[in-house]
């Protein structure tokens, strides 16, 4: 598994809004300054994020975005997942039924299945408050 930069921005810019969350919307340009992220490529994580209900937006001069529940409502887990998609380390864990032809007799699969669950076990119990706190 690799995180890529979407995934690495994505929980960079809930932890910024999770940081500021006292202050209401926060703007995506005070974001991008914050966090030395362009405001283009914010605006493309946004609608991905935006679209899962992690978010709350607000239009006009004071617009911005807010988290939509609380910093200890988020896993690092879920935020990687609605950027990446899934979190696998090997394709034939993608889905939930294994469609590999090897399956059966891929000595090797119990194995990797064991890696998914302790990626996704870490990575759920982590959330955004657990970051800000240490």
Known sequence: MKVSTKGRYALRMLLDLAEHREEGFIPLKDIAKRQDISKQYLEQIVSIINSSGALRANRGKQG????????????????LRI????LAPIACLEDKVNKCERVKKCKTISMW??????IADYLDSITLQDLLDK
């Open 64 to 79: 911005g975005y807010m988290l939509a529940k609380e910093p200890s409502e988020y896993t690092v887990g879920q935020i």
């Open 83 to 86: 950027t990446e998609g899934n």
């Open 113 to 118: 299945k064991g890696l998914n669950k302790v």
